[in-house]
């Protein structure tokens, strides 16, 4: 097995575990952030907005892991540099774009929770840069394909 596929394979591992936990979370989150806001004496405002952002970004996050999922299966199957995996790259973007108004609401609360939306944001540029790139390659591989 090459190096690539094995990378590849360790990446489609973490994403299932990510999932997991995700999952988890979904119905785990209100006792796992009243914990925590009991052992910080934080306010009941605070919870509940914690409580709300993380449930207001879920759909964002269900959506960028099954885009995940299926660009990686699209990178397996050697389909790298076409039509559905720019639109793939497309979609994540917008995913990420979502998070930031909606974790917002956490800096008012959390000084710690200003690096989500700024993270956020940062991904959403990442992915429209990628975007780009994939889309060019994707322009260069149908001009080679046309010139054979």
């Known amino acids: ?3 690539s596929e094995k990378s590849l394979n360790l990446t489609i591992i ?12 979904l119905f785990m989150a209100p006792s796992v952030f009243t ?9 009941e405002a605070a919870r509940k907005t914690l409580i709300g ?3 207001g970004c879920t759909p964002s996050a269900i959506l960028t892991l099954v885009f995940l999922f299926k660009l990686l299966f ?4 050697g389909e790298v540099f076409c039509t559905q995996t720019v639109r793939y790259i497309n979609i994540l973007s917008y995913t990420c774009l979502s998070v930031v108004p909606l974790s917002l609401p956490l800096c008012y609360f959390f000084l710690a929770g200003f690096p989500i939306p700024m993270a956020a944001g940062f991904m959403w540029l990442f ?18 394909d046309l010139t054979v």
């Open 74 to 77: 699209n990178i397996k199957k």
């Open 14 to 25: 973490l994403l299932v575990a990510l999932s997991i936990l995700f999952a988890f979370m």
């Open 127 to 144: 992915f429209r840069v990628l975007k780009n790139a994939f889309e060019r390659g994707s322009e260069i591989k149908n001009e080679n």
């Open 1 to 3: 097995m090459k190096r």
């Open 53 to 55: 952002v993380f449930y």
């Open 35 to 43: 914990a925590y806001c009991e052992a910080d004496n934080t306010s």
